[in-house]
């Protein structure tokens, strides 16, 4: 089965921003969509962004042009690069891909 491996958490003032990237372990990755989803404590996990096989882009109310993800099929790997950060941002991000979830990183925004 496919996994998932996150990176580029971490800690933030205000303003910033963070990039995180999604690597797929099998190459079965360009053949659907790409989601992004985060998560707060006591919260229902909301879809953050999607980017399809073809690189089409769907966001979720919040981000308000401030995300943007992408998608690299060679490398096997989603980027979710998100600018202008604010403290309610501050979750844990995941990655999937169908019923595959990354394992998450925490993203504070603070300051």
């Known amino acids: 089965q496919m996994t ?3 990176s580029g958490g971490g800690s933030v ?3 910033g921003s963070l990039r ?3 690597v797929a372990s099998s190459i079965i990755f360009r053949y659907d969509t790409m ?3 985060r998560q707060t404590p006591g919260n229902q996990r909301e879809m953050v962004a999607k980017v399809g096989t073809a690189g089409s882009t769907k966001y ?3 981000v308000q042009g401030r995300f943007t993800v992408s ?3 060679a490398k ?3 980027y979710l690069q ?8 501050t979750a844990t991000y995941y990655c999937k891909y169908r019923h595959i979830w990354g394992p998450g990183t925490q993203d504070t925004v603070s300051g």
């Open 4 to 6: 998932l491996a996150q």
């Open 13 to 15: 003032q205000p303003g």
């Open 20 to 22: 995180l990237s999604c």
């Open 35 to 37: 989601e992004w989803y």
């Open 60 to 62: 979720g109310d919040f």
């Open 71 to 73: 998608r690299d099929n």
């Open 76 to 78: 096997q790997t989603t």
């Open 82 to 89: 998100m600018n202008n950060l604010r403290p309610e941002d």
